[in-house]
């Protein structure tokens, strides 16, 4: 078998939903698998999966095991030469994992493999290419000088060298997983990225970010900015430095205020997104349930030629493949206010998001 995508789920079932019709799409031409693992969703999550997705592998967690320890149970059951780690509020397009499978076949030493990442409404996410954490950057990134965290030196769209990436999606061989040992379940949530991309460097591999391919992660869905979270990552920050760096006072000082000040600096800082003035249902046909459930007068139009402000669109993936989709998003000029929602085949809802830091919305009609 040549690929297992990993994907770990905690109570998104709409979006797990739309990332599954989206990673089947793209696994048409591919031998593979697709193993879901839950870690134990309150939600019906896991329903959904055996109703609308039989041949998905779903692996039903005991208890929230989290980040780490979900994926290594998921891997431990995977049969590909590759495997991805993929988050479920992501879509993929239909080719994208095969250029990027013929893209590894061409690199030797080739360690992990990503692509560019776009959130809800088509905005680069700059933790796509990051450098190495060093206790240096790190305390530049928390005074909020981030340029020496993100690799700013290789264009969004370009392809080269990346010592991390997000955990959102990883493509990489299962040999050079297991060689690592995974994911470190010191871990639970936030850093375990930072750890396995940094081990699978000092293991001698090369790891490579590919910006001309683009995947859509809405992000917070399974990374909402709350105290909570400020604590986790920071711990996890502390647990990555204590392994791979000497002992460093004046980080730990910074992590310990980081910590107690959480609850200051953490909450979210929302895009400003004017009032919806319309929607516009891009699709080759009226959907009557759809215009009564957004209670307008809904436009209907094949294409997006122009993009308004004020105006949410609806694509319809019936009409358009989820590479249109992306493409769309990809294409939204960086000062347009318009926002996005997407209706997956055969469903009755349109789900999307205005915000990589708050959760997104699902309608149903």
Known sequence: MKLSVIILNYNVRHFLELCLKSVEAALINIESEIIVVDNQSSDTSCAMIKEYFPEVKLIENEANFGFSKGNN???AQAKGEYICIL??????????????LTLSELKNKLGILSCRLIDGRGRF????????????????KMLGLSRSYYVSNLAEKGTGRVPIFVGAFMLMQRAVYKEVNGFDED?????????????????????????GISA???????????????????GAMQIFYNKHFKSNSVFDTLVWFGIK????????????INQ??????????????LETALKCSLKVQSEIETYQDNTEYVLDNKHLSFKSIIEILSNTPKNCTATFKVLPKNSNFI???????????????
């Open 125 to 140: 996410l700059p933790e796509s290419k990051r450098n190495i954490p060093t206790p240096f950057i790190a305390i530049k």
């Open 351 to 365: 789900i999307g998001s205005n915000n990589s830091k708050s959760r997104g919305e699902v309608i149903f009609f």
């Open 276 to 289: 919806i003035n319309q929607y516009v249902f891009v699709s080759s046909e009226m959907n009557i349930a």
């Open 73 to 75: 149970i998921g891997v």
């Open 216 to 234: 859509i992660h809405y992000k917070g869905e399974s990374t909402l900015k709350d105290k909570t979270y400020a604590k986790r990552f920071y």
């Open 187 to 211: 871990y639970f949530m936030y850093g375990e990225d930072i750890d396995l991309s940094y081990k699978v460097l000092k293991a001698g591999y090369q790891s490579i970010y590919h910006g």
């Open 261 to 272: 000040l959480s609850p200051f600096f953490s909450r979210s800082s929302e895009s400003n």
């Open 87 to 100: 988050n479920p509020d992501t879509v993929v397009a239909e080719d994208t994992f095969e250029k990027l």
